[in-house]
């Protein structure tokens, strides 16, 4: 049911602030320590992990790509992620000690399926994080987490995406507890921030209507730059993947400081360029993004910034500015991306494309 929708991605995608509280719903405790019941992999073998490899496909790769800078940066564990198609193929270094996850919002992707037999013939445990219940995937898996987004019909992966970063998220914090790498007041203060994303996604829904009014001027065009550093890379990967698939045009996600080593020659007039700026704060990530934005803008592309509240100093480079609510640079991705899921849908919409089952593409991949 479109429940008075014209797209079951529409529909999703407004989903999104439920369906992220759904996924850490009851899996904390009151004092912001996580609780992760159905982890049934013991804390004690959970201390021996010495490597953690994220496999995912598409998407939900790119939701690993987020989850790699968080669960680093509180775990201290070496953390790859990779595409399934790619895992096995490379004779990855597995042991009894790595940790393989995987995120698959159907549980039934097929390259996926097969990296994690491959990881469990090695030794390695599998701890999935799937919206299916009991699918293929969980069911091969030593443990899942289940994203509790309720039933994603449209094939492009919207709530799918968010409530994948929110468990990976809730993953990372519980390894760090039970590793001891953050004190238990910096995990509840880490969970506190997370818990309050389901309203700030909500503020940003609330707040889209320039971005479907933007997305009108650009029927005609044939290609949309993204750009983004740290976990705006992957979200700027995540604007250009929803744009290719369900608008059929060309777009790309690029690092931000890779610009000069190549894809800046693909700058040119009027060329329309998404900008995921960083939170302002200590390290240097949100003036040299900032730079970037002059250096496109110098060679005539029409910026599209993404900014936090208050940002003043992008304001004189930036075409079009988008707020996002104030958030740590890791919960940034959920708010960041949901301006540019609602582009690709409105743009799709707009050119008469069915957003829904765009061409060539189905909802779960079970054919490696
Ligand atoms: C993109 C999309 C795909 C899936 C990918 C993995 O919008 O839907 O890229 O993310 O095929 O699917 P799951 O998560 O079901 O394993």
């Excluded at 996604?201 to 750009?227: C, G, H, M, N, T």
Aim: net charge negative; glycine share 6%.
């Amino acid at each position: 049911e479109k429940q008075g929708y014209d797209w079951f991605m529409r529909k999703e995608i407004y989903e999104q602030p439920q369906a992220v509280a759904d996924t850490l719903l009851g899996r904390y405790n009151e004092d912001g320590s996580l609780k992760l019941d159905e982890l049934h992999i013991p804390e004690a073998e959970l201390r021996t992990i010495d490597k953690i490899i994220i496999v995912a496909c598409g998407t939900a790769y790119y939701a690993g790509m987020v989850a790699k800078y968080a669960i680093e940066h509180w775990t201290r564990i070496a953390c790859e992620v990779e595409i399934a198609s790619e895992f096995r193929y490379r004779d990855p270094i597995i042991t009894p000690r790595t940790l393989v996850v995987t995120l698959s919002q159907s549980g039934e992707t097929a390259d996926t399926l097969m990296a994690i037999r491959h990881a469990r013939e090695q030794g390695a445990k599998v701890i999935a994080i799937c919206n299916t219940n009991g699918a293929t995937i969980p069911r091969e898996s030593d443990a899942v987490i289940y994203t509790h987004a309720g039933p994603e019909i449209g094939v492009a992966s919207t709530k799918g995406f968010l409530t994948q970063v929110a468990a990976c998220y809730l993953l990372g914090l519980y390894l760090a507890q039970v590793r001891g790498t953050k004190f238990g007041d910096e995990i509840a203060a880490i969970m506190g921030e997370l818990a309050a994303t389901p309203p700030l996604i909500q503020r940003v829904l609330d707040e889209i209507e320039p971005i479907k009014q933007l997305a009108a001027k650009y029927a005609e065009q044939k290609s949309v730059l993204f750009l983004g550093r740290h976990v705006g890379y992957p979200v700027a990967l995540e604007g250009a993947l929803k744009l290719k698939e369900i608008a059929y045009l060309h777009a790309e996600g690029f690092p931000a400081g890779e610009l000069k080593h190549g894809p800046i020659a693909l700058v040119e007039n009027q060329i329309p360029i998404f900008v995921v700026v960083p939170p302002q704060g200590r390290d240097q990530l949100h003036d040299k993004v900032t730079s970037n934005i002059q250096e496109v803008r110098a060679r005539g592309a029409f910026t599209i910034v993404l900014a936090e509240d208050d940002d003043e100093e992008v304001i004189p480079y930036a075409d079009f500015l988008f707020r996002l609510p104030k958030v740590s640079t890791l919960m940034q991705p959920l708010v960041a991306t949901v301006p540019l899921q609602m582009f690709a849908c409105e743009l799709a919409s707009l050119k008469g494309y069915d957003v829904d089952q765009p061409r060539n593409l189905a909802k779960s991949v079970t054919v490696e």
